[in-house]
């Protein structure tokens, strides 16, 4: 698709710009169509990924909340449903509206250095959010906030062993299924690496591995297929909790029992997100671990640029903390190695309501 398809293609798209009358929806041109803040305001661009799913939605609601125009932003929202191409135009149409910082949410790693450089040469400093960018120098982006999906992934293998260790399951009976995230996603390729770790450690068996993009409809329609293949499915590796929201449909719509007692022939769900609905889920035992990643990147995002627009240097690199729930205590802590080779140990907190009750998201 060609710049002029591009731009086409964006006139069809609407975006959502504060102005002083509120929220409300403004047809995006090609030709940019631009929005005159108050020369006081900070005019922010931000490329999200689609709303695919709860965390996306909580994601969102963060940035919203943060860049609004009571805290003294003009914030210029773009859905790409889960597409680049429209994550592409919607970059291009903040660089022709002159916004002062460019958000983006990448929904996979590679295919971002052309129009980083476009942005690079407009001067408009971009930082990256959530999932990372695989680019050939990284000077093409400011700084990045997000998460450890590889750590996410260690966490998960680390606890799967422990637990089936405690209850005695040898790793040659443990037949794992991975519904896997949007297939080039950090999230993805960090919470399948920390699995695929843990099968070569350990000696699981791992049946298959089929992307769920991380949406519900899809976790359904996979958990479904890989139930007619295999009969001695035990533990469904989820990489979000949409995903393990449609596999626990499946299962169950198979006749089966969701659960954490493998060795009487229950399945195990696992997942990551601990959204509300997912931690819901654990409570209820249908989700055995949640593993936090963590969606309010709102204050962190404001926090750098309150630096860059004080001239103060940033860290490229900005993670945000994250902890594990599960159903019960039979794993009390794990060991896991971060994305910077750095070795930890993390808590594993058995969910109460009072817990989910007293979350942010
Ligand atoms: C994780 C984020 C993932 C979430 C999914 O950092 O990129 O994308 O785990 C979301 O719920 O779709
Ligand atoms: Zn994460």
Redesign the pocket.
Known sequence: MNREDLQNEEKNRVSFINSNNGMRYERCSGSGGGVAAADDTITVGFSQ??A?????TA?TESMKSTFSEENGYELIFDDAQQKQENQLTAIRNFIQQEVDYILL?PVTETGWDTVLQEAKDADIPVIIV??MVDVSDDSLYTTWI??D?LLEGRKAAEWLNAYTTAKGIDAKDVNIVDIQ??IG???QIGRSKGLEEGVDNYGWNLLAQQSGE??QAKGQEVMESMLKQYDNINVVYC????EAFGAIDAIEAAGKTVGSDIANGEIMVMS??T?NAGLTDTLAGKIACDVE?N?LHGPRAEELIKALEAGEEVEKLNYVDEEIFATDDTVDKVKAVNSLDEEGEYDVTPITQEIIDGRAY
């Not at 695919?52 to 996306?56: H, K, T």
């Open positions: 990924v689609g695919e799913s709860d965390w996306r994601n949410a959530d999932r997000g998460t999906s995230g949007t996603s950090t999230a991380f949406t990489e979000n909790d949409n990551f997100d959204t990643c969606p």
